[in-house]
């Protein structure tokens, strides 16, 4: 094949260099590109007049002719930018002739720098990656159509188009369906990975207007908020309400968190709304059979020989010295658990008493499985609040919140 490139001139034919002038070139510079540019300019070039388009040497260029094509349109683009002069008017354009033909060029077409890039860059359309990605995974143009919403006829042709621009077949058409290439295999993971992502990132910008996340503790989860959910669902069916249970602190903003539930002081900081929930009034509790017959409540003698269920919160101390006034307990048995709904499970099994806040074992106080053996109540110093940041009160959020209040001041 024969390239043979100009810059096209309203007025007249390209005039072409002496054949030892390209030579010359070629020899010195066989690589073409800046190099040439720069010695046609030193040389100077004795048929080119002011005006007068510029012809660049020949070329030889190898089969297929479609990759090297584009190539050579590149670094042509580099050899145009390296000259100057009047004499760069015009478009820049590209002849590509058989060999043996007589070196005849056929008419010239004008190709802009901005077309050869994005020839080399451009992506597929997007419908295209579309229906190759559905119907890679239905291996059916119907089954594909059907998902997208279109017909049939239509997700072949994306595909017959995408395979047209790539140079590639993506599916061996069989009686029985499609089957991927190899290339289109590997192509279709990729395809499929950046849908994927995309779709991820977009859910992640535009959250569902219905999506409240509720951070608490795992105690309060699993002995208060998690037996009232059916409730919550039949009063809100259109909020999807997600529950982080964990002990940590919570940030609002970094954790995405909607709602939070946590023990402390009445105030949380300007940006946080911190609505009263429980009071923190301990209580002890075990199962009936624990005290068995035994008139209740207890006295400190019968105390003394109980086993004690502890928590984090380490509560017992002050609950026993406010309970049993002016008695001192030896050391007693104990189960320490690094969580209170531990302990409470371990109450309702009969392994001994646990201390827990009222509200969070009203219900299993009321039907029985547990007993207070201790008639005393003792106040601790962090009560329960509902917190929501004042920057993030979406409608969905404020529902939950209205809910989550009544449920605290109704019925156990």
């Known amino acids: 094949m024969i390239a043979r490139s100009f810059h096209s001139h309203p007025h007249?034919?390209?005039?072409?260099?002496?054949?030892?002038?390209?030579?010359?070139?070629?020899?010195?510079?066989?690589?073409?590109?800046?190099?040439?540019?720069?010695?046609?300019?030193?040389?100077?070039?004795?048929?080119?007049?002011?005006?007068?388009?510029?012809?660049?040497?020949?070329?030889?260029?190898?089969?297929?002719?479609?990759?090297?094509?584009?190539?050579?349109?590149?670094?042509?683009?580099?050899?145009?930018?390296?000259?100057?002069?009047?004499?760069?008017?015009?478009?820049?354009?590209?002849?590509?002739?058989p060999l043996g033909s007589g070196d005849e060029p056929d008419p010239l077409q004008p190709v802009s720098r901005k077309s050869i890039v994005s020839r080399r860059t451009a992506l597929p359309p997007l419908n295209a990656l579309r229906a190759f990605e559905a119907a890679g995974r239905h291996l059916t143009f119907r089954a594909a159509a059907e998902e997208l919403g279109v017909t049939q006829g239509a997700v072949a042709q994306h595909v017959r188009g995408l395979e047209a621009q790539l140079e590639l077949r993506m599916f061996l058409r069989e009686a029985r369906g499609l089957t991927l290439t190899e290339e289109g295999r590997a192509y279709h993971a990729a395809v499929s990975q950046a849908f994927a992502q995309l779709s991820e990132a977009t859910a992640r910008l535009r959250p569902a207007p219905g999506h409240v996340t509720i951070s608490v503790t795992p105690t309060f989860a699993s002995k208060w908020l998690i037996p009232r959910l059916p409730g919550f669902g039949l009063a809100h069916p259109e909020i999807d309400l997600r529950v982080m249970a964990t002990e940590r602190v919570t940030?609002?903003?970094?954790?995405?968190?909607?709602?939070?539930?946590?023990?402390?002081?009445?105030?949380?900081?300007?940006?946080?709304?911190?609505?009263?929930?429980?009071?923190?009034?301990?209580?002890?509790?075990?199962?009936?059979?624990?005290?068995?017959?035994?008139?209740?409540?207890?006295?400190?003698?019968?105390?003394?020989?109980?086993?004690?269920?502890?928590?984090?919160?380490?509560?017992?101390?002050?609950?026993?010295?406010?309970?049993?006034?002016?008695?001192?307990?030896?050391?007693?048995?104990?189960i320490r658990f690094s969580q209170t709904t531990l302990g409470l499970d371990a109450a309702l099994a009969g392994q001994g008493i646990a201390l827990a806040s009222r509200f969070l074992v009203d219900r299993d106080l009321t039907a029985g499985r547990l007993v207070q053996p201790v008639a005393h109540t003792h106040q601790g110093p962090h009560d329960y609040f509902l917190l929501a940041s004042r920057r993030r009160m979406t409608p969905a959020t404020a529902a939950a919140r209205d809910w989550l209040l009544a449920q605290a001041d109704g019925p156990a």
């Open 251 to 334: 940030s609002f903003h970094s954790d995405g968190i909607d709602l939070a539930v946590r023990q402390g002081e009445t105030s949380f900081g300007a940006s946080i709304r911190a609505d009263p929930l429980f009071r923190q009034d301990i209580v002890a509790v075990c199962a009936p059979d624990l005290v068995g017959d035994a008139a209740l409540p207890l006295g400190a003698e019968a105390m003394a020989r109980q086993t004690l269920l502890h928590d984090t919160h380490d509560l017992w101390p002050p609950f026993l010295r406010a309970a049993f006034p002016g008695t001192r307990f030896g050391r007693m048995r104990g």
């Open 12 to 97: 007249g034919e390209p005039a072409d260099h002496p054949a030892e002038k390209q030579i010359e070139v070629q020899r010195r510079h066989p690589e073409g590109g800046r190099g040439i540019a720069r010695d046609l300019d030193r040389a100077g070039d004795p048929l080119h007049r002011e005006g007068q388009p510029r012809v660049l040497p020949k070329c030889t260029l190898p089969r297929p002719a479609l990759q090297a094509g584009l190539d050579i349109f590149y670094r042509h683009d580099v050899l145009s930018n390296g000259m100057s002069g009047p004499s760069q008017s015009g478009p820049l354009s590209w002849q590509v002739i």
